[in-house]
């Protein structure tokens, strides 16, 4: 069910997905907007470590219905997520001249 947030901008309930738990992030949730070319991954994750951690990689894998890989971007964060501290990340796929393959399943992975 694709719901309007904006004149170009569209959630599609249908590409959500869980997040894999990786090196004592978890992901919490992520969700994924289409807006033009471009695809937008929002989500939360959490520091399950008992000790600060000053940087997060992540990794969105798009792949078809058929389960084919489509395309991959990575995002880095550098800032200090304290044991049990919650925090936001968005990583921006596409160009302004065109736009990721279709796909039908997002994994976001934390890889570092």
Known sequence: MNQILD???FLDESRCGEGKNGSGI???NFRNIKN???T???GSYK????ATVSS???????????GHFVWQEHESI???IEPNEM???AIKCGCHDHAIPEYSKVIVNVVE
């Open 36 to 38: 033009g070319n471009y």
């Open 47 to 50: 520091n399950t470590f008992n």
């Open 7 to 9: 004149d170009n901008m």
């Open 56 to 66: 997060v990689k992540f990794e969105a894998e798009f792949f078809y219905k058929d």
């Open 87 to 89: 925090q936001h990340f």
């Open 78 to 80: 550098y800032k200090n």
């Open 26 to 28: 978890e992901i919490v």
């Open 40 to 42: 937008y991954i929002f």
